[in-house]
């Protein structure tokens, strides 16, 4: 059993980089924030008698020698990276979690047959930076790491500079950390675990993703003066689009979801009918053939507006995301932990992307769910309970002890 | 007959001051931009003779003696600031037509009964700071200088502070220039006279104005994991509120317009519900009937979607304009000058603000319109041509005449 305590202090310690006056964190990735609790990590897994390598997309991983050093370690860990408005848990606790199951073994004198690696993935949010899960995406192979280092931020800083700026572009090249397994910890961030009263959510499978960017270029015109249907409203477009996207979603009932995360209007003015507007969105579902759907019906619906409105819409895919089916075997591990445990738990689908799902498509993995309130996440209210954390974190032990032999 | 080729030159002349890539201006009220055509323009009226004021609000006021110094002056002009993304003739055209009268009064010697005063408004665009036509408001006592001078920009600044920045907070008490009459020449900034072939508008009306602040307040949450049912989203919520604005605003046809010119989303991310945005709501009609339906249908509608979707909507009026119903004697001065001279004309009624309308409320006033390109106005395309400019300034010098006796 990890020390339920200790777990809690590390979370609530690390929660002051970049603590928000409404209880939450805004700690974007590779910001000075971010260096705070990088740095606070790397000496906390030193203290712990950890080897810390980063590589050079900034990816920490912390290793944890095993009796058999032949063989790769079993990864455990999420990222530490948030929101602009987000929670004290989500990321944190997996990556904690590992630090705690570390420190465990330790007090314990336990060694395991296979080396353990506690993981710190790069830019997991996205928010910044897109895609999301930036540095496992490269690890797998999706992007060059260069590519990876060329993406930049709203403000035109590259990933390059942000991780130099910080001093966390490491000499390790992507990839060369290889491992035998990948479990991570996670709050759910949705309201099913809640609902039913279960402690753990045996994450089996994962929603697949399409992220774009958009552009509305209409007309900008006085407010006052130009009659109704000479307009060439970029706002009154980007309405329907949003609208348009809610419905098609929602005839997938639960089995979809699509957002648009952001818009801003070049040059607003009050008296100004919105002349360009650059948007994003981002939708997903479990379901490889409702992911096309989804694409074929919004550009569909968005070619009918654009041209009934005499309006130009472009809309750019940037990242396609394919659905996860998480490791049968490693699934098995969670659920029999959780079983061992005596947790009640349920299988379950994770409707955000985690680190885990691109690794899954090179390393067998496996994610273990805790409930979260309200389903609450991205979001300074984020909350999750101390026994449901130290539950969480009990079950990728006994999981991790079970993969790497004791 | 002015000279038309010494008009268009000043135009092209202060177009430098704040131009844009795209052969706009860019002259926000009281920026630096604003400074430099300020003092090009008090230098302007400097060597043509006259003596210039400035009031507590920055407008600036050029006087030309009359023989008659015991009555107040005829007052023209308008205003030299744009949009953000402004033309080169809103506002200017009639400000530099008032220079350009005096300059062809004083090249042909004749000195009139009234004094002529001409007119640069501070913040009559109103996207730096709300109201619009803010300094001709204060002016008739709509607002008081003090609180004029506390409003704020985007970034907290307030006029006060921008006006010490350029060094136009003037000695002279808003209100103490007193006028005989006002005519100001504009362009018409909507598509009719350019229809009908038309090159002098009589503008014998305007519409009014309804200003609102709009605050939504949703819920924040994860784009992949939050189900379409549970959501409470701020830009969903936003588009329906957009097109039931643009929905109501058509039921009156050509009589009503309405517009969301500003949207900005707090920390905005790809993958998070939108959970709060501001805006801004701008509806106008020149029937007050109309102006009361608008506002009425568009609480319903904004109240009816808040309580559906289940968020907090705001909708503050920060200011109301009656419509403008012009003095029939200058209009009728207007009407003539643009029959003598054999311009073809037409009365209208003006879709945008202008300073005229504010002061119509305590002086008698009247406006005169010459065609723009396409209708387009509050855009960088803005256009207008030589001969209809020099016909607008032409009526307005005929008007003046007839108003301050030879
Ligand atoms: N877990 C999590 O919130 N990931 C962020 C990436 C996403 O799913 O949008
Ligand atoms: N003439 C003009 O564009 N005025 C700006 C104020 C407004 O009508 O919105």
Redo the contacts between chains.
């Keep these: 059993q990890i020390d339920s305590a200790r777990l809690w202090g590390t979370i609530h310690e690390t929660a002051k980089f970049g603590a928000t006056p409404k209880g939450g964190v805004r700690r974007l990735t590779l910001s000075a924030e971010d260096k705070q609790v990088r740095d606070w990590f790397r000496k906390a897994c030193e203290d712990a008698g950890l080897e810390v390598q980063v590589d050079a997309l900034g990816s920490m991983f912390g290793l944890r020698k095993g009796r058999d050093m032949s063989k790769p370690p079993i990864g455990v860990g999420s990222h530490l990276d948030t ?3 987000g929670g004290k848990y989500d990321g944190i606790l997996g990556t904690l979690a590992g630090l705690e199951l570390v420190r465990t073994l330790n007090d314990a004198g336990i060694e395991t047959e296979l080396p353990i690696c506690i993981c710190n993935w790069t830019n997991e ?3 910044r930076f ?1 895609p ?1 899960m930036m540095a496992s995406a490269a690890y797998v192979g999706d992007f060059t790491t260069d590519d990876i280092l060329s993406r930049k931020d709203a403000e035109g800083v590259t990933v390059a500079q942000a991780l130099d700026s910080i001093g966390y572009r490491g000499d390790a090249p992507v990839g060369r950390q290889e491992f035998s397994g990948f479990v991570e910890l996670h709050i ?4 099913i675990l809640e609902a039913e009263g279960k402690t753990i959510g045996v994450v089996d499978s994962g ?1 697949g ?1 399409l ?1 774009y960017d958009g552009k509305i270029i209409g ?12 307009r060439r ?1 970029a ?2 477009t ?3 689009i ?2 348009a996207m ?1 419905s098609i ?2 005839k997938h009932g ?1 089995k ?10 070049a ?9 360009e507007i650059a948007f ?1 969105v ?1 939708c ?1 579902s479990a379901d490889a053939g409702i992911m096309d759907a989804l694409d074929r019906d919004l550009r569909t619906a968005v070619a009918e507006i654009a041209a009934r409105r005499k309006v130009e819409v472009q809309l750019d895919l940037v990242w396609r995301k394919a659905p996860t089916h998480f490791d049968p075997k490693l699934v098995d591990a969670v659920e029999n932990a959780a079983k061992q445990l005596g947790y009640s738990h349920r299988r379950i689908t ?4 985690h680190d885990a799902c691109n690794l899954n498509t090179v390393i067998p993995a496996a994610m273990v769910f805790v409930p979260c309130k309200d ?6 209210l984020e909350d999750a309970t101390q026994p449901d954390c130290a539950a969480g974190a009990n079950v990728l032990l006994h999981t991790v002890l079970a993969l790497a032999g004791v």
């Design positions: 929101q602009p408005t949010e996205g928010s897109a999301a759910e961030q949705g309201p929603q993703v992220w007309f900008e015109s006085h407010a006052g003066s130009t009659p109704m249907p000479l409203d706002l009154a980007l309405s329907e949003v609208l809610e979603a929602k639960p979809a979801v699509g957002t648009i995360g952001e818009a801003v209007i040059a607003p003015s009050r008296n100004v009918i919105p002349g994003t981002d997903r994770s409707g955000a992307g389903g609450i996440s991205h979001n300074e």
